[in-house]
């Protein structure tokens, strides 16, 4: 059996109990499932009040159903949507009675969006936006997953391939009509002037570097430092809320603690590391072991010390910020000094809040310069700029084909339209055809 001749059912909304649940079906068998349960078919998308009963016309719940039928409805597919209670004993019952349906069955993670993405309503470009908004954790990252839901890149891919098929188009046109003199450099005059347009294009949008995908997975802040330096302190106040133990005892923290922040919008990873030192306690030894390294592949790394001049350890290529820590206890407000290491130096104390300000502000300034202007940014993903990569590669190679042939050129041009088939998720190889003998009426 297909799988689209199966109707999947699931709990669309948050986690139970709650006051509304949202369970949706889609496939053929939508239709009559939801004949059983309401015992009539509501007007088409029209939110319509139910008593919802099992087979055996036992009440299960008084609920909101909908009908979309196909294909305007968000899977293609007929779907329905029962709006319940969101008990967990009565999507049990529901859930028991649906998985009693024949042609019914629960839905696989992603299945629905697979489904849409399958009948067209949306290009993978669209669905990985969809995940992005999903799980954005910030409103910087909403909105660049809601440009992506919108289609900014499909919509620019798709407009590239179109142009690319049309190009190999005239080229394949002039390889037929060769034998008629002049006909093969008209055609491919302005074949290549689109080339070379599209080549430029795509290669601005992936000179933009990977700000946008960073975006993403937030940046990464490691607090690092030898012990009792006041980094379990700081952590607590940047989470504002207790994540570490503080402790007077030097080794307290001997793993590593993450936690997220949202910082003006943009996503923060703050990781509180084991104090660095020499050690002869194997467990202690691990946690150093840890800190050095995820500072090492850290964007940023505090540096806390007690004291002014202290030994700093340089972090590979990260940036490092020295903070000097425990400002309360002396009460001074002088200067710092960053160092030869640290690019920069603040003074603060965790405990009562002095200086914390002007190193938050610091780390937003930080965080707005390392993720750039995203609001351009197009592409989010590394699936993304491989397929752009290629595409503009294949390009340049039929750019650089003329002299070798109309074929190789064609062929390089078939390429690059693969390339973006695959960003989008469509990959036709009937799409040039059906162009050739559409356009030039091609009788042979």
Known sequence: MHPHDQTIFALSSGRLPSAIALVRLSGPHAGPALQMLAGKMPALRVATRALLRDSHGEPIDDAVVLWFPSPASATGEDVAELHVHGSRAVLATLFTVLSGMPGLRPAEPGEFTRRAFESGKI??????????LIHADTDRQRRQALRQLKGLLGDKARSWREQIIEAAALIEAGIDFSDEGDVPAELMAPALSRVEQLLQEIEAVLAAEGRAERLRDGLTVVIAGPPNAGK???????????????????????????????????????????????TDDPVEQEGVRRARDRAAHADLVFWLSEHDRTEVERQGDTPVWLVRTKRDLEGAEESIEPGPIASRAFGISARSGAGMAVLLDALVGFARDFFGSTEGGLITRERQRQSLRQAADALRQSLGAVDRGEELVAEELRIAALALGRLLGRVDVEDLLDLIFREFCIGK
């Open 123 to 132: 290009d993978l470009t669209e669905a990985e936006g969809l995940d992005d």
């Open 232 to 278: 379990s302190t700081l952590m607590n106040q940047l989470a504002r809320r207790e994540v570490a133990i503080v402790s007077p005892h030097a080794g307290t923290t001997r793993d590593l603690i993450e936690v997220q922040l949202d910082l003006d919008g943009y996503p923060v990873t703050v990781i509180d590391t084991a104090g660095i030192r020499e």
